[in-house]
């Protein structure tokens, strides 16, 4: 049998009623010393990797192991299985194909996983035992049984680790034990390293050499291919230098074939630019390039510079054990921003797009999780359009958070992407899919439509596109230039650049005036926190058309549905939500009054700044406190009153501070309590649990109001009759309605309803029970509520 056998290979060889050599008994001496369970140990599970027939396997399960066994061979899982065992499940997988994660237990890791005699025959040892790695308990085991080079005729070598293979695998893990066993080595390793990639230069080249190309190549799989360089100990892109007269793609090219035995076209080479940096003392010039299209399978054909070629999952490049070659760490970074930490700076010219169509590739693990998520999304309510499902069954997520693992690339959260230095916040992020959901329904898009864009990373430019389909359109505007790379290179290696156009520029502005459809677009999708409605956004709003966005008022946060009609913006939908803020001249001030000495601070937000002189004399005197009898149950959801009071009451404002820190105002564990400002008086707003159930955990919290200073007394009433009014005519009964129009339009074309007052528009929030305002026009009601106009 051949030294790189295929599935075929194997499948004929247990068809054929072949097996594979029997454990010896010194290997089932050490596994039953090492691996065996404490005598008061819960359930454990086991995974063996390439079981045969199971012979590992059972040993495992008869030593107390629930095992999940993997095989690729249909007929080695067909013989294992024939033998019935409760503790034993068989699957077939291929486990060169990173899908284990499709059987591991929900919740929890393997306490031991075991591969027996195959290592050796694996092409991505280093990939294939990180994602190993992944799925252990905390303090589980890896246990690697391998034939030893050293203990075998030559022409066993293929199917052998040698003791530099043996060293590289046991460099990833803290704790690590070698047995020997015969003619094989036993490993034992636990706790694998958890850090940074480090970054490593090879010795001073001469100087021709210091001009070349690196060549980042992808499989279908979507894996990297890196070799180990065993004399500098680093791994490193396939590249080098350009001969005379010789194009880059012509390098990439040759190169390709050289090193690692790949042949592909000049034609299908695409050129990502050039880096420049200093090393040794000399000027390093390195056009990255990028090939999708090749034929064959990687081979080390210059075993003095690269002895093996492995295919490496993206997600895992941050945290290799071994150096990465600093010029392969760059170029990696420029075809997929922020892949890669601290990498050392190097300038980078751009070239313009090329015409070289990308082949995007993928594990199957992906495609499931994708599937999943689609599902739980269903199953929410949240994708209950045939539409949306295609769309996002569509869109490759993980492939714009390239440095996240698939797991969570596909969980229904924000990712952030980017971090403010400074306070450590996120200023760019990848949205929850679930609220992107809402909003792209509510953004009403049909095939065809004209769509701007505001906020850039690109996976939900491509969800748009392909609600809108090829005769559609998409405008994405980023005002960060690293997002904007990011989404500009993401949209190119999904196949998406044709159909979503980003652009550099500060969205408040709108689309630059050349890429305004004549009648304007049929849908804005904001996809940061906006505290204001800029007037370009409605300007370029075609009539009938939908605005979403996250809208702020009164410091709390609502994805809100808006249809243009005659210039007014009327809400079709709001939900709390939660989104990075706008920068740029969007960007609002969120520095909070503090009160004195006393740790606390009043955030002002869409009431206008009152003098807060006395109020921490007023936190230090005797306070009173009104309970509502108004209860919510744990985890029930209370925005409404939020908003109610936001933009109902007079003086409104959040009280901030350490909720961890003793003192007289109790404030939640969320950002703020709700409060007002009255004079020299102040009150809050305050939950305290009146009944909790142990067994269900089912709890009640009843709403109650502080109240400071002289008047601590009034506003507390104040506070709490709002909290009654919400309760009595509006929990549960009325969605609220906005209404949004240019700032300067008069009281008396507003809509009945509470008045928030933004820079360029006036917010009218409407609730139908008290109002009844619901239906009616602009100018078809009088102004009600306690908004006073702000």
Request: aromatic residues 6%.
């Given at each position: 049998?051949?030294?790189t056998?295929?599935?075929?290979?194997?499948?004929?060889?247990?068809?054929?009623?072949?097996?594979?050599?029997?454990?010896?008994?010194?290997?089932?001496?050490?596994?039953?010393?090492?691996?065996?369970?404490?005598?008061?140990?819960?359930e454990?599970?086991?995974?063996?990797?390439?079981?045969?027939?199971?012979?590992?396997?059972?040993?495992?399960?008869?030593a107390?192991?629930?095992?999940?066994a993997?095989?690729?061979?249909?007929?080695?899982?067909?013989r294992a299985?024939?033998?019935?065992?409760?503790?034993?499940?068989?699957?077939?997988?291929?486990?060169t194909?990173?899908?284990?994660?499709?059987?591991?237990?929900?919740?929890?890791?393997?306490?031991?996983?075991?591969?027996?005699?195959?290592?050796?025959?694996?092409?991505?040892?280093?990939?294939?035992?990180?994602?190993?790695?992944?799925?252990?308990?905390?303090?589980?085991?890896?246990c690697?049984?391998?034939p030893?080079?050293?203990?075998?005729p030559e022409?066993?070598?293929?199917?052998?680790?040698?003791?530099?293979?043996?060293?590289?695998?046991?460099?990833?893990?803290v704790?690590?034990?070698?047995?020997?066993?015969?003619?094989?080595?036993?490993?034992?390793?636990?706790?694998?390293?958890?850090?940074?990639?480090?970054?490593?230069?090879?010795?001073?080249?001469?100087?021709?050499?210091m001009?070349?190309?690196?060549?980042v190549?992808?499989?279908?799989?979507?894996?990297?291919?890196?070799?180990?360089?065993?004399?500098?100990?680093?791994?490193?892109l396939?590249?080098?230098?350009?001969?005379?007269?010789?194009?880059?793609?012509a390098?990439?090219?040759?190169e390709?074939?050289?090193e690692?035995?790949?042949?592909?076209?000049?034609?299908?080479?695409l050129?990502?630019?050039?880096?420049?940096?200093?090393?040794?003392?000399?000027?390093?010039?390195?056009?990255v390039?990028?090939?999708?299209?090749?034929?064959?399978?990687?081979?080390?054909?210059?075993?003095?510079?690269?002895?093996?070629?492995?295919?490496?999952?993206?997600?895992?490049?941050?945290?290799?054990?071994?150096?990465?070659?600093?010029?392969?760490?760059?170029?990696?970074?420029?075809?997929?921003?922020?892949?890669l930490p601290?990498?050392?700076?190097?300038?980078?010219t751009?070239?313009?797009?090329?015409?070289?169509?990308?082949?995007?590739?993928?594990?199957?693990?992906?495609?499931?999780?994708?599937?999943?998520l689609?599902?739980?999304l269903?199953?929410?309510?949240?994708?209950?359009?045939?539409?949306l499902?295609?769309?996002?069954?569509?869109?490759p997520?993980?492939?714009?958070?390239?440095?996240?693992?698939?797991?969570r690339?596909?969980?229904?959260?924000?990712?952030?992407?980017?971090l403010?230095?400074?306070?450590?916040?996120?200023?760019?992020?990848?949205?929850?899919?679930?609220?992107?959901?809402?909003?792209?329904?509510?953004?009403?898009?049909r095939?065809?439509?004209?769509?701007?864009?505001?906020?850039?990373?690109?996976?939900?430019?491509?969800?748009?596109a392909?609600?809108?389909?090829?005769?559609g359109?998409?405008?994405?505007?980023?005002?960060?230039?690293?997002?904007?790379?990011?989404?500009?290179?993401?949209?190119?290696?999904?196949?998406?650049?044709?159909?979503?156009?980003p652009?550099?520029?500060?969205?408040?502005?709108?689309?630059?005036?050349?890429?305004?459809p004549?009648a304007?677009?049929?849908?804005?999708?904001?996809?940061?926190?906006?505290?204001?409605?800029?007037?370009?956004?409605?300007?370029?709003?075609?009539?009938?058309?939908?605005?979403v966005?996250?809208?702020?008022i009164g410091?709390?946060?609502?994805a809100?549905?808006l249809?243009?009609?005659?210039?007014?913006?009327?809400?079709?939908?709001?939900?709390?939500?939660?989104?990075?803020?706008?920068?740029?001249?969007?960007?609002?001030?969120?520095t909070a009054?503090?009160?004195g000495?006393t740790?606390?601070?009043?955030?002002?937000?869409?009431?206008?700044?009152?003098?807060?002189d006395?109020?921490d004399?007023a936190?230090?005197?005797?306070?009173v406190?009104?309970w509502?009898?108004v209860?919510?149950?744990?985890?029930?959801?209370?925005?409404?009153?939020?908003?109610?009071?936001?933009?109902?009451?007079?003086?409104?404002?959040?009280?901030?501070?350490?909720?961890?820190?003793p003192?007289?105002?109790?404030?939640?564990?969320?950002?703020?309590?709700?409060?007002?400002?009255?004079?020299?008086?102040?009150?809050?707003?305050?939950?305290?649990?009146?009944?909790?159930?142990?067994a269900?955990?089912?709890?009640?919290?009843?709403?109650?109001v502080?109240?400071?200073?002289?008047?601590?007394?009034?506003?507390?009433?104040?506070?709490?009759?709002a909290v009654?009014?919400?309760?009595?005519?509006?929990?549960?009964?009325?969605?609220?309605a906005?209404t949004?129009?240019?700032?300067?339009?008069?009281?008396?074309?507003l809509?009945a309803?509470?008045?928030?007052?933004?820079?360029?528009?006036?917010?009218?929030?409407s609730?139908?029970?008290?109002?009844?305002?619901?239906?009616?026009?602009?100018?078809?009601?009088?102004?009600s509520?306690?908004?006073?106009g702000?």
């Amino acid at each position: 049998m051949s030294t790189t056998p295929t599935m075929q290979d194997w499948h004929a060889h247990y068809d054929g009623g072949r097996d594979f050599r029997a454990l010896t008994d010194t290997e089932k001496a050490v596994l039953g010393e090492h691996l065996a369970l404490p005598d008061d140990a819960r359930e454990a599970m086991a995974l063996d990797v390439a079981c045969g027939t199971g012979e590992l396997a059972r040993l495992l399960a008869g030593a107390g192991y629930r095992v999940d066994a993997v095989d690729w061979a249909e007929a080695a899982v067909e013989r294992a299985s024939a033998a019935p065992s409760d503790t034993i499940d068989y699957h077939q997988l291929d486990v060169t194909g990173g899908d284990l994660a499709s059987i591991a237990p929900v919740g929890g890791g393997y306490r031991v996983i075991t591969m027996r005699r195959a290592l050796a025959h694996l092409p991505d040892r280093t990939r294939t035992v990180a994602e190993l790695a992944a799925l252990l308990e905390p303090e589980g085991t890896l246990c690697v049984i391998t034939p030893h080079a050293d203990r075998h005729p030559e022409k066993l070598r293929g199917i052998c680790l040698d003791d530099a293979e043996i060293d590289l695998l046991r460099d990833g893990w803290v704790h690590t034990e070698r047995v020997e066993a015969g003619d094989s080595t036993i490993l034992l390793l636990r706790r694998p390293k958890v850090g940074a990639v480090v970054y490593a230069e090879k010795r001073t080249p001469k100087p021709a050499a210091m001009a070349g190309v690196a060549v980042v190549v992808t499989n279908g799989r979507g894996q990297v291919l890196l070799g180990w360089n065993p004399s500098r100990t680093m791994w490193e892109l396939p590249a080098g230098k350009v001969e005379p007269g010789e194009a880059f793609e012509a390098t990439a090219v040759r190169e390709l074939e050289e090193e690692a035995g790949l042949a592909a076209r000049p034609e299908a080479v695409l050129l990502l630019g050039t880096l420049c940096d200093a090393a040794h003392g000399f000027t390093r010039v390195t056009e990255v390039t990028r090939i999708t299209e090749f034929t064959g399978e990687p081979s080390a054909r210059e075993p003095e510079l690269v002895t093996r070629w492995e295919w490496h999952a993206l997600p895992v490049l941050r945290s290799l054990t071994q150096p990465l070659f600093t010029a392969s760490a760059q170029a990696l970074n420029v075809v997929w921003p922020g892949l890669l930490p601290g990498v050392p700076a190097a300038h980078h010219t751009p070239r313009p797009a090329g015409n070289v169509t990308l082949r995007f590739g993928e594990p199957r693990t992906a495609v499931r999780l994708r599937e999943q998520l689609v599902r739980d999304l269903t199953e929410a309510g949240r994708t209950d359009t045939p539409e949306l499902r295609r769309a996002f069954t569509a869109v490759p997520r993980h492939a714009f958070l390239p440095e996240q693992p698939l797991r969570r690339a596909y969980a229904n959260e924000a990712v952030a992407t980017v971090l403010d230095e400074d306070t450590g916040r996120p200023t760019s992020s990848v949205s929850q899919p679930g609220m992107q959901a809402v909003m792209l329904d509510r953004a009403g898009l049909r095939s065809g439509d004209r769509v701007l864009e505001i906020g850039g990373g690109g996976y939900n430019a491509c969800l748009i596109a392909e609600l809108v389909g090829p005769t559609g359109s998409v405008v994405c505007m980023e005002i960060d230039p690293y997002v904007h790379a990011r989404t500009e290179r993401f949209l190119a290696e999904t196949g998406y650049a044709e159909r979503a156009r980003p652009v550099l520029g500060d969205g408040a502005h709108g689309a630059p005036g050349h890429l305004l459809p004549e009648a304007g677009f049929d849908a804005i999708l904001v996809t940061v926190a906006a505290n204001d409605v800029p007037w370009a956004w409605r300007a370029q709003l075609a009539e009938g058309g939908h605005l979403v966005l996250p809208l702020r008022i009164g410091g709390f946060t609502r994805a809100i549905g808006l249809r243009h009609r005659g210039g007014t913006l009327r809400s079709t939908g709001t939900s709390p939500c939660g989104f990075v803020p706008m920068q740029g001249i969007g960007r609002w001030d969120e520095t909070a009054v503090p009160l004195g000495e006393t740790g606390y601070a009043i955030q002002w937000e869409d009431t206008p700044p009152a003098p807060v002189d006395g109020l921490d004399r007023a936190l230090a005197a005797d306070r009173v406190e009104v309970w509502t009898g108004v209860t919510v149950r744990g985890g029930e959801s209370f925005e409404d009153l939020q908003l109610w009071l936001a933009t109902s009451l007079t003086g409104f404002c959040r009280v901030t501070g350490d909720p961890d820190r003793p003192g007289p105002v109790r404030l939640p564990k969320r950002v703020g309590a709700e409060a007002i400002v009255t004079g020299r008086s102040l009150a809050c707003l305050m939950v305290e649990r009146r009944e909790h159930d142990d067994a269900t955990g089912a709890s009640t919290w009843e709403f109650g109001v502080q109240g400071f200073g002289p008047d601590g007394r009034a506003a507390a009433d104040t506070m709490a009759a709002a909290v009654h009014t919400w309760d009595r005519e509006l929990r549960g009964r009325a969605v609220p309605a906005l209404t949004i129009v240019p700032a300067g339009t008069p009281d008396s074309a507003l809509p009945a309803g509470d008045v928030v007052e933004k820079a360029g528009a006036r917010i009218v929030v409407s609730w139908p029970d008290r109002d009844g305002a619901a239906g009616r026009g602009v100018g078809q009601g009088t102004r009600s509520g306690g908004g006073s106009g702000r």
